[in-house]
T-cell receptor, first 114, second 114 residues
């Protein structure tokens, strides 16, 4: 079984500042990692995913994440945020073994102010 | 364009009533999922299906049931609604049985049980 911990429930930041949303996972097997974003009153959409290969993954809207196996982390970063990035961000994990489902973290609310 | 829809978008019901939430996808995906989203819990998996006539229990399946009679639809039934089932419900679909597929989410149904 896997679990995901998102260390911050809320992250306030000013527009054009950099941001990092933290995600740690626990698993006894190899995993795939995902970040999803949920804009107000909408469903979730995929931001980026790590499957294999390069540990730095680039996603939509200028976001990127780095997989660190030794620290079991998959932190999400953006060098300069916009007001429109205000949303809830979910980290998720699934096992590589197949026929596996996604396990989500509890989410981090990113609040961007002018 | 392919999409995934949920109906109704909002529902108020009374304790003890049977409620069915609809989920319809036109992606022609084999896999379909139901989640509930609650403050402080993130998304938790209720039931999922890997194809017609296939259903599986998720993390929080008690009090819920699903059936899959065709590829496009996975209705979620609350047999006897309870106040603890007040939540936002999301349906999702994906293409591959084995990882690392991407899940596509519907817009959600907000259910209130009085």
């Amino acid at each position: 079984a896997q679990s995901v911990t998102q260390l911050d429930s809320q992250v306030p930041v000013f527009e054009e500042a950099p941001v990092e949303l933290r995600c740690n996972y626990s698993s006894s097997v190899s995993v795939y990692l995902f970040w999803y974003v949920q804009y107000p009153n909408q469903g979730l959409q995929l931001l980026l995913k790590y499957l294999s290969g390069s540990t730095l993954v680039k996603g939509i809207n200028g976001f990127e994440a780095e997989f660190n196996k030794s620290q079991t982390s998959f932190h999400l970063r953006k060098p300069s945020v916009h007001i429109s990035d205000t949303a809830e961000y979910f980290c998720a994990v699934s096992s590589v073994s197949g026929y596996s489902t996604l396990t989500f973290g509890k989410g981090t609310m990113l609040l961007v102010s002018p | 364009d392919a999409e995934i829809t949920q109906s109704p978008r909002h529902k108020i019901t009374e304790t003890g009533r049977q409620v069915t939430l609809a989920c319809h996808q036109t992606w022609n995906h084999n896999n379909m999922f139901w989640y509930r989203q609650d403050l402080g819990h993130g998304l938790r998996l209720i039931h999922y299906s890997y194809g017609v006539q296939d259903t599986n229990k998720g993390e929080v399946s008690d009090g819920y049931s699903v059936s899959r009679s065709n590829t496009e639809d996975l209705p979620l039934t609350l047999e006897s609604a309870a106040s603890s089932q007040t939540s936002v419900y999301f349906c999702a679909s994906s293409e591959f049985q084995a990882n690392p597929d991407t899940q596509y989410f519907g817009p959600g149904t907000r259910l209130t049980v009085l």
